[in-house]
């Protein structure tokens, strides 16, 4: 299924009317009438609009391949096409297919112009061979009603304007080339000629690179007509009985050109060679400094389509011409067949020319014309700047060039590289050039290149054309209105330029049928006609487009809500309400029977400390921009009688800020004072807390996750009053990060202990030995500078945080020995009655030591064991640990 949409733009299609004054009046001399259309006799017929002869114009299709998929096992043509800017003069486009489109040019008004946008005009499958119709729709279709191009009155040439597409058919990623074939169109429209209704003349053609297959893909068109002064034809292929060129057809170029197209074109007859295969030249130019020359394969096949590069000679005598196949991998190589071509001469000083001749390693412009920048951002891809303008406002036509680069040296054959382009989102365009190197790899590749901006409302011009005036300037932009409903409102506009100007008002950006004049009147405003406006102001030269203004159309007030009566007891507090709905900003002024009010000019009236003397009737008065109204009067009476006085309540005792280890009992409460009943509503982190509705709050079990902010709301008849924030912490234990370490010391040695601990600051720390607290130990570290066998034993520390949190370290276990003797052995181990006889030797004063476990504080003497030669028996089963020391 086909559905043909377009984006916005606006400008293109908003200025039909002022086509014919454009475009008739942009050369010095008339151009000839067009043939006058023979409308079928289907009573839904209509005739074409202008006829396409005296101003080149454009378009940009794009293509939304998406919704494509399979049908009844072939692949269905489920495109979507688009245009994203044309003009000036409107396209249509009453036929395509998966690799060919047919556009006509000069539809008679938009809704043609546009009338498939958004529908069906026709529904295809594929069925493997050939496209076949779906369905037998209507054969007439209002987008036929525009001229179909022919190639006796211009030349239809075209840019692939994506780098790069993709199906939604499972097929990868390839990029596209175009052929523009002049007589295989299937497309409906009026002919050039006679102005006869049918099909036929020409179409554009896209392909995959490299795949002989059919693919659809973003393009650019442009119409260059013989009629306004440009120089091209149509060149039929090598004819093997002639060296000399020739044109397809004798009425198939422009009339400043000789009849005979041997004058301009030469076969060298070395086909399938390294030779040029085509010598092209135009009288009295000089292909170097001259101009510019654009072509494009016309053949007749839809696969395989051919490319047509040129370069210009040195000399200046003309451009070499060479043909291959989009599926040839030797850039040396050309075709003898199926180089039928079309070209289009663009002369550098063309009326309103933007484009030139592009080196391709460094960007460099060889030569050029108009205001843009171009740089290279790496191998074949380029960045074009057009100051202000988008893909909305024109497109680009690309042309490669050049040399063939082989082996580090340009060889005698042109280019062999595509090119493409495509805007990037800030507004600039990427141009590509790419080569075949086989069916799945096309790399990037360094070309030069002419280019040739082709605006869409201020179009090139052929040299020698009467240039077209600037568009018109806007001194004075519309403004901003507002109005009452019923009234009038005024839009206008002040523009400087060459008149006569033409204006089309637009409301949210779609054309008002009367809005064709400088002002835009409603004589009476109502709420539908709210929105944004804007106009496009038109001259010869071009249209330019005004800021956006609005329009709001206020409604009279209407009251809602009526301030209602009241009786109140003196003392009381009067309090008056009333609700309004309009638009624009509500003024209040309140009303005490039927006078003004100081200073009451908000929805509500409040008055204190009310007397008798303010009994009586109260209204209020509210405007807007869309009126006044009044509302109705609220009577209030006043009870002399002594009011009973009451007490809100008052919070005498606040809850407390608290900060508590983990584990522990959270309790918060609260005193007030006031009339009874009294009510308790407690908050964490400002949300009710369900059941906590008494004078105490607690979580006898409170957790970290109870930290924050605590609050009570505290109630009774005369009003309510919250209290002051309790910060709550709950803290988690400390942590050690690094624990306290065993000792084994000499008596004598300085020892330390210490440890590093993260937790709720400030910490507070106490060592402690053997279970006890040692005084004065609070610090981290815990030093003994002189140890003895006394400081012996198991030390740790227990570590406090300020929410009173403790944590206990491992035990360190300290050891203190007298100097150990190092040359004092056990001489013999014996068993001897029942137990273990130790015997040693040694001088004077050694002792032998014993304890059960070495977890034991201290090492104490074995009785009888001094002296020189001593020994010990051990009775078997109790085991206890021994050394020797000297005294």
């Known amino acids: 299924m086909n559905i043909f949409r377009q984006n916005m733009f606006p400008q293109a299609l908003a200025i039909s009317l002022l086509i014919t004054s454009f475009t008739q009046l942009i050369r010095s001399a008339e151009v000839p009438a067009g043939p006058t259309p023979r409308v079928p006799s289907d009573p839904e017929a209509l005739a074409p609009g202008t006829y396409p002869n005296g101003s080149v114009t454009a378009v940009s299709y794009t293509v939304d391949a998406s919704k494509v998929k399979f049908h009844n096992g072939n692949d269905q043509n489920d495109i979507v096409f688009g245009i994203e800017g044309q003009g000036p003069i409107p396209w249509t486009l009453p036929s395509y297919g998966r690799t060919y489109v047919s556009p006509r040019i000069g539809a008679i008004n938009d809704e043609a112009s546009n009338s498939n946008l958004g529908v069906i005009p026709f529904d295809i499958v594929f069925n493997g061979f050939r496209y076949e119709w779906e369905f037998d729709l209507t054969f007439w279709a209002p987008s036929a009603a525009a001229w179909r191009p022919h190639p006796s009155k211009g030349v239809l040439l075209g840019s692939i304007r994506k780098n790069g597409q993709e199906w939604n058919d499972g097929t990868p990623h390839f990029h596209g080339v175009l052929s523009v074939p002049y007589r295989q169109s299937e497309g409906e429209g009026y002919s050039m000629v006679d102005g006869s209704f049918g099909v036929g003349d020409m179409d554009i053609v896209t392909d995959k690179a490299g795949l002989n297959s059919f693919a659809s893909i973003d393009f650019s068109a442009a119409w260059f007509p013989f009629d306004q002064g440009w120089t091209g034809g149509y060149m039929a292929s090598a004819n093997i009985d002639s060296e000399l060129g020739s044109w397809i057809d004798p009425e198939f170029h422009s009339n400043n050109l000789p009849g005979d197209g041997g004058e301009l074109l030469e076969w060298t007859r070395e086909f399938a060679t390294w030779l040029v295969p085509g010598r092209f030249k135009l009288p009295g130019v000089n292909s170097k400094s001259d101009g510019m020359l654009f072509t494009t394969s016309v053949e007749s ?101 050049g040399r063939y680069h082989f082996n580090n040296r340009d060889t005698i054959a042109s280019s062999r590289s595509f090119l493409s382009y495509e805007e990037t989102a800030d507004g600039k365009f990427i141009i590509e050039s790419r080569y075949y190197e086989n069916d799945t790899s096309f790399p990037l590749e360094d070309t030069e290149f002419y280019f040739a901006w082709v605006d869409f409302f201020a179009p090139l011009a052929p040299a020698g054309s009467t240039p077209l005036p600037d568009p018109p300037v806007i001194k004075q932009q519309p403004a901003d209105v507002e109005v009452k409903q019923g009234d009038q409102a005024v839009f206008s506009i002040a523009a400087t330029g060459e008149e006569p100007f033409e204006y089309q008002w637009q409301f949210n950006e779609e054309d008002i049928e009367a809005g064709k004049g400088q002002t835009l009147e409603f004589n009476d405003a109502q709420p ?135 584990g522990s009992e959270l309790r918060l409460s609260v005193e007030a004072t006031g009339d009874d009943p009294i009510s308790y509503r407690w908050q964490f982190n400002n949300f009710n807390i369900p059941g906590a509705s008494s004078t105490e709050f607690i979580i006898p079990n409170a957790q ?170 051990v009775t078997i089963g109790k085991s206890a640990f021994y050394r020797l020391i000297k005294r």
């Open 301 to 401: 096949d839809k696969v395989g389509l051919m490319m047509i590069s040129v370069a210009a000679n040195e000399d200046g005598s003309g451009w070499d011409l060479w043909g291959r196949r989009n599926t040839e991998a030797d850039g040396l190589f050309q075709e003898e067949s199926n180089l039928d071509f079309s070209f289009l001469y663009v002369p550098y000083d063309a009326d309103r020319l933007i484009g030139g001749h592009i080196r391709g390693n460094d960007g460099a412009v060889i030569n050029g014309r108009g205001g843009f920048a171009l740089k290279r951002l790496g191998t074949g891809q380029y960045e074009l700047t057009v100051p202000n303008k988008t893909g909305k406002d024109g497109m680009v036509l690309l042309q490669a060039t």
């Open 528 to 662: 539908a006609n709210d929105g944004s406006y804007r106009v496009l102001v038109g001259n010869k030269g071009g249209v330019v487009t005004s800021q956006a203004a609005t329009l709001t159309v206020h409604t009279p007030p209407v009251i809602t809500s009526h301030p209602a009566n009241q009786d109140i007891k003196v003392g009381d507090a009067l309090s008056l309400h009333v609700a309004v709905a309009g638009t624009g900003t509500i003024q209040y002024q309140w009303q005490y029977n039927q006078n003004d009010l100081a200073d009451q000019t908000s929805k509500e009236l409040i008055i204190e400390g009310v007397q008798l003397t303010h009994a009586g009737q109260y209204r209020v008065i509210a405007t807007t921009p869309g009126g006044t109204v009044v509302s109705e009067s609220s009577v209030v009476t006043v009870d002399a009688s002594t009011p009973v006085a009451s007490e809100p309540p008052v919070i005498i005792q606040q809850p407390l800020s608290q900060t508590l280890a983990v």
């Open 704 to 873: 970290t996750e109870d930290s924050g902010n605590y609050k009570v709301v505290v109630t009774n008849p005369e009003g309510s009053l919250t209290s002051e924030i309790a910060v709550v912490t709950v803290s988690q234990a400390p942590v050690f990060i690094s624990q306290p370490q065993s000792i084994a010391a000499v008596a004598g040695q300085s020892i330390r202990l210490e440890v590093e601990a993260r937790g709720l600051p400030p910490l507070a720390y106490q060592w402690r030995v053997n279970g006890f607290n040692i005084p004065g130990a609070r610090l981290p570290q815990f030093s003994i500078s002189n140890v003895q066998e006394a400081d012996a034993g198991s030390y740790s520390v227990i570590v406090t945080d300020d929410a009173g949190a403790k944590t206990e370290s491992d035990v360190a276990i300290l050891t203190v020995s007298e100097e150990l003797v190092s040359d004092i052995s056990i001489t013999s181990i014996a068993f001897q009655d029942g137990g273990i006889l130790l015997r040693w030797e040694g001088e004077n004063g050694l002792v032998l030591q014993a304890k059960a476990t070495l977890q034991d504080a201290q090492w104490r003497d074995v009785p009888g064991t001094e002296g020189e030669s001593q020994s010990l028996q």
